[in-house]
Nanobody
Framework: QSPLVESGGGLVQSGGSLTLSCTVG????????IGWFRQAPGKEREGVSC???????SYKESVEGRFSISRHNWNNTVYLRLNSLKPEDTGVYYC????????????????????WGQGTQVTVSS
């Protein structure tokens, strides 16, 4: 299977911003749902945001209003804009592609995603 490749992570001060990118290889985004997840040291992977092909995006409550997801099928790229970053946002951020192609539904549950990128590190200093 063709890879998902994330980029854009880095070290930023509290209150700063980053934009993460995820390029989907192979057949690309198509109609599948796509999500962003993160994993902090010693913690389980958690869903941050997801976007179906036609529906509104979904966000983890703690990032609502600060993060913004956008998907661009024309270049098979998904972005996650991270604003007003906090130290608790620190972790490895992954994008993932779901097999679910329902146009108005996406899930923040990691188990529903079958293809994953290698991740990009986001570190927020206080």
């Amino acid at each position: 299977q063709s890879p998902l490749v994330e980029s854009g992570g880095g070290l930023v001060q509290s209150g700063g911003s980053l934009t993460l990118s995820c390029t989907v290889g192979g057949i690309g985004l198509s109609h599948q749902g796509i999500g962003w997840f993160r994993q902090a040291p010693g913690k389980e992977r958690e869903g941050v945001s997801c976007k179906s092909s036609l529906g509104e995006p979904s966000y983890k409550e703690s990032v609502e209003g600060r993060f913004s997801i956008s998907r661009h099928n024309w270049n098979n790229t998904v972005y996650l804009r991270l604003n007003s970053l906090k130290p608790e946002d620190t972790g490895v951020y992954y994008c993932a592609l779901s097999e679910d192609s329902r146009p108005y539904y996406c899930s923040l549950w990691p188990a529903t995603y079958t293809r994953w990128g290698q991740g990009t590190q986001v570190t927020v200093s206080s």
